[in-house]
C-alpha cells in the first residue's frame, strides 16, 4: 500500500490532471495520502473527551449512590423523586462513554453489564424473590444496569410504582446492588485509563488493525450502527423482524427514549468534530482526519456530507414522541423515516469514510445464533 | 456455464447421433427454471424423510440449550427410540414421534464412505452421543457458574452467554455444525449422488422405461437425488426457488448462504442449486453422463463451500481471542462453531476421485490440537493460522478470501 516517492508524485500529476481536464473526481483509496498527526488525535480523544466524559459519568454515578442510600434509609416521596432524577441524569451521562469499549471496559464486557435492553423482568423478579444472586454471571447482564433499575422504578402501569411495594427490603436491597455494581464497574474503566491504558492507548499510534486509532474508529462504527441506530430505532421499529417491536424501546417505562437518544447522538458528533468534553476547545477529530485527507489528495471530503446527513437525521427525530414505545404503537413511520436517515449515514460512515482512511472494518454481523 | 452446458448438450446430441446405439427413449434435456419436475401432470419430487430428519436435528439443537432436559432425553431425541431400542416419543411435535426416521442412523452411513467402514461410523455416533450426554453432565450442572480455564460454566459473547465446557468449547455447537458433516453433507455427496446409489439394481433400466416406484410417481433413480436435494432445500419456504429464500434453517442451507454472502465466493449457492436441477433434468432425459457431471460439480462446490466456513470460523476465533483480560466468550463461540466444521471436514468428497478431502487422522489430529489441555483458552494465533492454512490449500480458495 506504500507508494514510492515517484508513484507517489506520478499520481498527484495524474491525479491532477484528471481533475484539471475532466473536473471529476477519482477518488481511489489506494492513491490517497495520509500525514494526518494520529497521535496528537489520540491525545486529545483520552485526555479531552474520553477520560473526561468518564469521570463525569463517574460524578453521576456517585450521586446515583448517594440517592439510593438516602431512599434506602427513608422512603419518602422526595427521596424517590430523587432516586428517579438520579437515575436520568447518569443514564444521559452513560450515553457520552458507551461508544469506548476499548481497553477495560472491553476486557470486562462493561457496556453490557451497564445498559441491556429489555430489562428481563421475569429474571429480576426471580432474582429479588430469592434474595441469591450473582451480578457478575453473564446470564444476569440483562437483569442489571440502567434498564433493570428504569424497570424497577418506573415499571408498573402508568409508570407510578406504589411506594410501598418498592419498600421490601428486597428489592431496596436489589436496587443498592445494582447501583453499586455500576460505579463500581465504572471505577475499575476509569482507574484503569488515568493509571495504565491512556499511555497504552496513545502509544498505539500506528496504522495497523490492532493500532488504537484503527480500533476506536471501529467501536465508534460498531456503536453508531449496532447500538444507535439498530438499539435505539431500528430494532423497536422493526427494521429487522419485519415487525413493530415497541417494548425493545429504549427507556419504554419512563418514556425517556428521546431524551436518551440526544444524549447519545449530541456525543456521538462531539465526538467526530473533536469537541472536547468541557466544550471548551476543539482538537484533531475524525472530521479533520477526513477534510486533511481531502485536501491533500483533492478529492471529496466525506465529512461535509456526513454532517449533513446528521442534520436530516436530527430534523427527522425531532419529530418523535418523547417515549420510543408510544411513538412506534401510534406512528411508526416517522420512526422508520429516522432510521432512514441515520442508515444513509451509516452508509458514509463505513463504506466511504473508512475508505477514505484506508481502515478495515473489523467486525462482521452475527449469525444470529 | 451456459457455454459449457451448450457444449456439453451438442457433443451429446452429436454422440446420439453418430453412434445411435441407443435405442430407448433418451430425449433432450429439458431443464426447468425452477426445481419442477412432473409426470402425468403430477410433480415427482419428493424428500419427506430429509425434511423429517432436519426437524428433528433442530429440535435436538434447541433442546441442548434448555436445562430442563435430560441425557436421555437428548440422546432419545438423537435416535428416536430408547436406549434398548425401543420407541421413544422424545419430540415435541408428534409428527416427528410418529416418524420412524432418525438422525442417529443416517450419521456416518453413506454407502460410499462407510458400507464398507462400520467401526468408523460407529465411533462417530458414538461422538455425538458424547457430546450430547456431556452437554448434560459437564455443562448444565455449571450453568450458574463462570468458566475459567478447565472448568465448564457460562461466559459473555457481547449481550449473549454462552455455556461451554472446561476447555471452552459449547457442545450444542459442535454437534449441529458436526451434523451438518456427518449427517447432510455425508448423505448429499457420498450416499444419494453416488453413482452406486443411483444406479443400484435395475435403477437404470427402470428409469429409462420410466417405471415408478410402487405407489408414487417418481422412479427410484429421481427419488434418490430428490433425497440428495432435500438434505440441502428440504427445509426450504419454497423448496422449487430456494435460491430465493437462501439461508433457512440451522443446516447446510445456512451457512452456504453465508459463504454465498462472501463477495470472493458469491454465485455458489445458485451454481449448487443450478447443478442440482440440470441433474435432475439429466436423469429425466435418460442422459448419465450429464447427471454424473452436475452430481461432481455438485460434490466439489459443497465441498468447497464447507471448507470455506471453517477456515472462516477458526480466522474469526482468532481475531476474537483477547490481548489482554479474560474477555474470551466470542472467540470461544467461533471456535466452537469451527471445531464442529473441522469435525465436518471428514465427510467432504474429492469429486475427482473416490476419495474424502480429509482422512480420520487428519481430522483427529485437527481435533486435538483445538481441544487439547485446556482447549481453547490457550489456543495460539499460530495454531489457528496453520490449521486455516492446511484446510485451504487443499482447495482453490486462500485463508485471506475465507476468513472476512
Known amino acids: 500500500m506504500k507508494l514510492t516517492k515517484l508513484n507517489f508524485f506520478l499520481g498527484v500529476l495524474l491525479v491532477g490532471l484528471f481533475v484539471t481536464s475532466c473536473n471529476d473526481k477519482d477518488d481511489d483509496p489506494t492513491t490517497s495520502v495520509d500525514n494526518f498527526n494520529r497521535s496528537e488525535m489520540l491525545s486529545f480523544w483520552a485526555d479531552d473527551i474520553i477520560i473526561p466524559a468518564y469521570e463525569s459519568f463517574d460524578g453521576t454515578l456517585d450521586n446515583f449512590v448517594e440517592a439510593k442510600d438516602a431512599f434506602a434509609n427513608d422512603q419518602s416521596i422526595d427521596h424517590l423523586e430523587n432516586l428517579k432524577a438520579t437515575w436520568l441524569i447518569s443514564y444521559k451521562s452513560w450515553q457520552n462513554v458507551a461508544m469506548f469499549d476499548i481497553g477495560k471496559a472491553e476486557e470486562i464486557n462493561f457496556l453490557y453489564s451497564m445498559n441491556i435492553f429489555p430489562a428481563d423482568v421475569d429474571l429480576i423478579e426471580e432474582n429479588i424473590s430469592n434474595g441469591d444472586y450473582n451480578l457478575t454471571l453473564p446470564s444476569n447482564m440483562d437483569a442489571q444496569g440502567f434498564p433493570a433499575i428504569e424497570y424497577l422504578l418506573f415499571g408498573m402501569d402508568d409508570s407510578i410504582v406504589p411506594l410501598d411495594l418498592l419498600s421490601e427490603p428486597n428489592r431496596i436491597a436489589y436496587i443498592s446492588d445494582l447501583v453499586d455494581r455500576m460505579k463500581s464497574l465504572n471505577s475499575e474503566v476509569l482507574n484503569d485509563w488515568k493509571t495504565n491504558f491512556r499511555n497504552t492507548f496513545v502509544e498505539n499510534n500506528g496504522s495497523s488493525a490492532t493500532a488504537s486509532t484503527d480500533k476506536m474508529i471501529n467501536d465508534f462504527l460498531f456503536h453508531f450502527e449496532k447500538h444507535f441506530r439498530a438499539g435505539k430505532i431500528g430494532i423497536p421499529a422493526g427494521v429487522f423482524s419485519g415487525s413493530e417491536l415497541s417494548s425493545l424501546a429504549e427507556a419504554p417505562y419512563s418514556g425517556k427514549s428521546k431524551e436518551l437518544f440526544f444524549a447519545s447522538f449530541d456525543a456521538i458528533q462531539n465526538f467526530f468534530t473533536g469537541l472536547s468534553f468541557d466544550k471548551s476547545t476543539t482538537g484533531l477529530s475524525l472530521q479533520q482526519y477526513l477534510s486533511n485527507i481531502a485536501q491533500t489528495n483533492e478529492s471529496q471530503d466525506i465529512s461535509i456530507a456526513i454532517l449533513q446527513q446528521w442534520e436530516s437525521a436530527t430534523t427527522s427525530a425531532q419529530h418523535l414522541m418523547d417515549n420510543f414505545k408510544d411513538q412506534v404503537e401510534q406512528d411508526n413511520s416517522k420512526m422508520l423515516n429516522t432510521y432512514d436517515e441515520i442508515q444513509k449515514s451509516v452508509v458514509l460512515l463505513k463504506v466511504d469514510m473508512m475508505q477514505a482512511l484506508n481502515i478495515q472494518v473489523d467486525y462482521v454481523d452475527a449469525d444470529g445464533d | ?325 479474560d474477555n474470551y466468550g466470542s472467540a470461544f463461540h467461533d471456535l466452537s462453531e469451527g471445531a464442529g466444521f473441522v469435525y465436518s471436514l471428514r465427510f467432504l468428497r474429492n469429486p475427482n476421485n473416490a476419495d474424502a478431502y480429509f482422512s480420520r487422522s487428519e481430522v483427529d489430529a485437527m481435533m486435538e490440537q483445538l481441544t487439547t489441555g485446556n482447549g481453547f483458552w490457550e489456543i495460539t494465533p499460530a495454531t489457528l493460522d496453520a490449521m486455516s492454512e492446511e484446510i485451504a490449500n487443499k482447495f482453490d480458495f486462500t485463508v485471506a478470501q475465507a476468513g472476512s
Open chain 2, 1 to 325: 456455464m451456459k457455454n459449457i452446458f451448450g457444449l456439453c448438450f451438442c457433443l451429446s446430441v452429436l454422440a446420439l447421433v453418430g453412434c445411435g446405439k441407443d435405442d430407448e427413449t433418451n430425449t433432450e434435456i429439458n431443464n426447468p427454471t425452477t426445481y419442477n419436475f412432473t409426470r402425468d401432470g403430477q410433480s415427482t419430487v419428493s424428500f419427506p424423510g430429509q425434511t423429517t430428519r432436519i426437524a428433528m436435528g433442530t429440535e435436538l439443537i434447541n433442546a441442548m440449550a434448555n436445562f430442563n432436559q435430560s441425557a436421555i432425553g437428548l440422546l432419545e431425541m438423537y435416535a428416536n427410540e430408547t436406549a434398548t431400542g425401543e420407541d421413544a416419543n422424545p419430540y415435541a411435535n408428534d409428527e416427528l414421534n410418529a416418524s420412524s426416521k432418525s438422525i442417529k442412523s443416517k450419521t456416518a452411513a453413506s454407502t460410499d464412505f462407510f458400507s464398507a467402514n462400520t467401526s468408523e461410523s460407529a465411533t462417530i455416533k458414538a461422538d455425538f452421543e458424547t457430546w450430547i450426554t456431556a452437554q448434560v453432565t459437564e455443562v448444565f450442572p455449571n450453568k450458574n457458574e463462570l468458566a475459567t480455564p478447565g472448568f465448564a460454566g457460562q461466559i459473555a459473547d457481547g449481550s449473549s452467554v454462552r455455556y461451554v465446557n472446561a476447555a471452552g468449547l459449547e457442545y450444542n455447537q459442535v454437534v449441529n455444525k458436526g451434523l451438518i458433516g456427518a449427517l447432510i453433507v455425508d448423505q448429499i455427496l457420498n450416499n444419494y449422488l453416488s453413482p452406486t446409489v443411483l444406479d443400484a439394481g435395475e435403477n437404470k433400466t427402470n428409469n429409462d422405461a420410466g417405471i415408478v416406484d410402487e405407489g408414487s410417481v417418481y422412479t427410484t433413480m429421481e427419488h434418490k437425488w430428490d433425497e440428495a436435494y432435500g438434505y440441502l432445500f428440504g427445509a426450504s419456504t419454497d423448496a422449487t426457488n430456494p435460491i430465493a429464500t437462501l439461508g433457512e434453517g440451522n443446516f447446510l442451507n445456512k451457512y452456504l448462504s453465508r459463504v454465498n454472502d462472501d463477495v470472493d465466493f458469491a454465485g455458489i449457492a445458485t451454481d449448487i442449486w443450478e447443478a442440482f436441477k440440470l441433474g435432475r433434468a439429466a436423469i429425466v432425459a435418460g442422459d448419465y453422463d450429464e447427471r454424473n457431471d452436475q452430481a461432481s460439480i455438485i460434490k466439489e462446490l459443497i465441498s468447497k463451500a464447507m471448507a470455506i466456513r471453517t477456515v472462516y470460523y477458526l480466522q474469526q476465533g482468532k481475531n476474537a481471542l483477547p490481548t489482554s483480560g
